[in-house]
């Protein structure tokens, strides 16, 4: 009789098993389901990030490049116009002492020039008493001299010059061991000043 009883109430718990297993499989389902939802939100996200920032580099690709005035091209330039100008000056000094001699008997005697010493340069250097354009880090010969200028640092209002150190605007200095004077007209922190070297 116990035994039949026991029999009896086991098949009634077996749905019941069953059941309970089900909801345990179904939740586990939903559970994993949810989760890779989850991971393709994400991947769907960074995904549309990703073509956001392939569109907007491609845009800016298609735009053309604009370019910024900082004042260098207007600068070069001026020192290009400058040392053309020199360029003509000094040939035209050196044509002139090249005609001196030829002048004709009875005339006005012309007024001396300095002699002009072959071992002192004459061409590719900076005529002395001109103003000239100058950079940083850059050498500048002076015709009919050994000094040569030898630029560093040059500031809005300065320029550093090797012997003889920063020459403010309008200020000036001597080339250690030459006779040679310095002068600054003008400095820019673009890189460029004017200067202008006398000898004695």
Known sequence: MRRYRRL?????????LAAIVGLVALAGAVAVQLNTDAKTNAVTGMIAELRASVDELGKRAAQPATPVDDGTAAGLLALQDRMVKLEAEWADRQAATAAA????????????????DPNLPTTDC??????????????????????????????ADTVTIEGVGPVVETGFG??????????VFSADEAGF???????T
Do not use: H, N, W
């Open 101 to 116: 001699p030829s002048a004709q008997p009875g005339a006005a005697a012309p007024a001396e020039t300095a002699a002009i």
């Open 126 to 155: 900076i005529p002395l008493g001109t103003r000239f354009m100058v950079m940083p880090g850059e050498s500048y010969p002076l015709c009919q001299s050994k000094a040569v200028v030898k630029t560093g640092a040059i500031t």
């Open 174 to 183: 001597t080339i250690a061991g030459t006779s040679c004077t310095v002068m």
């Open 8 to 16: 009896v109430l086991i098949d009634r718990l077996i749905p019941f």
């Open 193 to 199: 000043a004017e200067v202008r070297v006398t000898c």
